[in-house]
């Protein structure tokens, strides 16, 4: 039996992502997709001497990468770079197959992380025994 091969189709927004809609596509995507989070040099769009962003978009780009970093410290994603050209990357988040027994849900971890305690976490946010 031949066996093809299938071709990576990576996402990309029409517009920059937020950290929600970053949050919202890991928890929704299958492992496989792939998601284009950012295009440029995120080390230097972020910086306010480099960037030509407005404050807002930087803070909000900022977020979004320190997220994408979250979300593959916690294994939902693999994070890739594929170069465009001279300075231009484009930053992708590949999903990862979700834990088989996950403690608590991503939106469970995302309030823990800002201090706001849930039903399912205690204050701690860690998972209620």
Known sequence: ???GT?????VRARRP??????????????????LEYHRGFLVLDIF????????QQRAELARL?????????????????????????AYIAVARPKPKTA?????ALLLA???QPNHATG??????A
């Open 48 to 55: 306010p001497m480099f960037t030509r962003l407005p404050d």
């Open 65 to 89: 990468g320190s997220r994408a970093l979250w979300a593959a410290e916690r294994g939902l994603v693999h994070l890739v770079q594929e170069r465009m050209g001279p300075d231009q990357f």
């Open 113 to 115: 992380e800002q201090g």
């Open 17 to 34: 992502l937020t950290e929600i809609e970053f949050c919202a596509w890991v928890a929704q995507a299958v492992p496989g997709d792939r």
């Open 6 to 10: 299938t071709p990576f189709i990576t």
């Open 103 to 107: 403690e608590v849900s991503l939106s």
């Open 123 to 128: 204050p701690s946010g860690r998972a209620a």
């Open 1 to 3: 039996m031949f066996m």
